[in-house]
């Protein structure tokens, strides 16, 4: 049986990086108070770029980075929660601008587990034979769904976009996976829909579609699912935590990613972190580190990389891959 393996990554980012002396002048923070709290210092801010823009160009980078051709590429999985239609999908509207020839395409919604979710996916497709290579693509324009005058949330997030080619090879890649949800009936992490408004219903207070969030409530899930999804993983895979090269977390919070590797009793360094520069990015913010990475050197062949997810839904998902 064929195995899922990443063989190229690509990012994208807006041209606008907002620092958090930037946010000072726009809501009661400051610069010191934002980076003990979060450790973000900078992120990127979208001026203009639109959701499907920034998931075109960081998907025609991951292509041109694994030496395939467009052609083919028949499966592409866009995760977001900020796409700039309802329908047509984002996927389907990038595999047309790509120049991609008819691959099934579709949009999910994951929050910041978007991506994990999306290579999940796709390596069942991968695996039993149905696809050959496959564009996984986390994107968000979170900056139009942010409250700008909740200083609790507004310097937390960014704008960007992460993809990678996922295709079949003879090689061990996407070890194992392991994903779950555990629906947010208290709205910890929100981001409210369109009001019902037809001719024979009127809603009298049409709620916002701005992010809110509990941040005390989402940083003991984080901390608690990190821990739970890489002990889950590696024993189901007969790894050990030892074993491990590089581990890539969703970036949403410094402390949060401190407090999983005192608990786990790994060491920090073996954390990407990128926050500091790109802020939150939500299903975003693994393939770029992804990408970074990439670029760096960082990555090895045959390198054991952990990736974890965790967010709105509340849902988590986590992967162990050799490189």
């Keep these: ?137 986390g994107v968000e324009v979170l900056s139009k769904l942010v409250n700008w005058k909740d200083r609790g949330t507004c310097v937390l997030f960014g704008d960007g976009a992460g993809a990678c080619i996922l295709s079949a090879s003879d090689k061990n890649g996407i070890i194992n996976t392991f994903t779950g949800s555990d629906g947010d009936i208290n709205n910890l992490l929100h981001i409210p829909g369109e009001p019902l408004d037809n001719p024979f219903y009127k809603e009298e207070k049409p709620l916002p579609s701005k992010i809110s969030m509990e941040g005390s409530e989402i940083f003991k899930f984080a901390t608690r699912i990190i821990k739970k999804s890489v002990k889950t993983v590696l024993k189901d895979s007969n790894y050990t935590v030892a074993q491990l090269n590089h581990i890539v977390p969703h970036q949403a919070n410094l402390r949060i990613i401190e407090y999983a590797s005192e608990k786990l009793k790994i060491d920090l360094d073996k954390f990407y972190v990128n926050l500091d520069h790109c802020g939150n990015t939500s299903a975003a913010s693994i393939p770029i580190a992804l990408d970074e990475m990439n670029e760096k050197g960082l990555l090895k062949e045959n390198d054991l990389i952990f990736l974890v997810g965790f967010g709105g839904g509340l849902t988590w998902g986590a992967a162990l891959l050799s490189w």
């Design 1 to 137: 049986m064929k195995k899922a393996r990443i063989i190229g990554t690509g990012r994208a980012l807006p041209n606008k990086k907002v620092h958090n002396t930037d946010l000072e002048k726009i809501v009661e923070t400051s610069d010191q108070w934002i980076k003990e709290r979060s450790g973000i210092e900078t992120r990127y801010i979208s001026t203009g770029e639109t959701t499907t823009e920034l998931a075109y160009s960081a998907a025609e980078k991951a292509i041109i980075n694994s030496n395939i051709n467009k052609e083919e590429v028949d499966l592409v999985i866009v995760a977001t929660v900020s796409p700039d239609s309802y329908a047509p999908a984002t996927a389907c509207v990038i595999a047309k601008k790509l120049g991609l020839k008819n691959p099934t395409a579709f949009d999910l919604t994951a929050g910041c587990s978007g991506f994990v979710y999306g290579l999940t996916v796709a390596k069942q497709f991968i695996e039993n034979g149905n696809v050959k290579n496959a564009l996984i693509v």
